[in-house]
């Protein structure tokens, strides 16, 4: 009788383990949609980046957008090489402006990162010689990639303050 219930209660332990560990984190939630992380990327650029920026720089946030081809040929990137992103680029050369948060397609993390990186260079070599201030904001330009994936470049005035309040609001989203 002493064999049987403790082998009882051996497997009843042993069900409660297993239950308990199918169970899903709390604190755990499904991944964003393109959808979902482009808006993301959206509402941080925009609280980030302040109202008057963001009254004279268009987000681009797909492909069909009225500068979203002039934008790309700038960066260099092609739609497809992104899931989801938000672009806020100056196209106009009087100021070193652009902030991109950009989720890449699979596998084309490098090429994502190389496009920005050849824009930030790009930047510097435009002001380096008229606009040494310009120049600046361009060579502190600062280009991550995000625990989640995300590739973040912030190339503005303040970027430091900027990248983070980005940084903190897509971690936030997650």
Avoid: W
Avoid at 42 to 60: D, H
């Amino acid at each position: 009788m002493r064999r049987i219930s403790f082998y009882l209660l051996a497997v009843l332990f042993l069900a409660l383990l297993g239950g308990c560990a199918a169970q899903p984190k709390e604190d755990e939630k499904p991944p964003l949609t393109a959808q979902e992380r482009t808006a993301l990327y959206q509402s941080a650029i925009e609280s980030a980046a302040g109202p008057e920026s963001n009254s004279f720089v268009e987000l681009i946030t797909s492909p069909e957008d009225q500068s979203a081809e002039l934008i790309f040929t700038m960066l260099d990137l092609e739609a497809e090489d992104m899931t989801a992103f938000c672009l806020a680029i100056s196209p106009v050369n009087v100021q070193a402006y652009g902030i991109a948060a950009v989720f890449p397609a699979a596998g084309k993390e490098d090429d994502v990162l190389d496009a920005l990186n050849g824009f930030i260079d790009t930047q510097k070599e435009n002001f380096q010689q008229y606009l040494e201030d310009e120049y600046k904001v361009a060579s502190d330009a600062r280009l991550e990639t995000l625990e989640d994936g995300t590739i973040l470049l912030v190339m503005c005035q303040e970027q430091d303050a900027v990248f983070d309040a980005i940084r903190d609001a897509i971690e936030a989203g997650q």
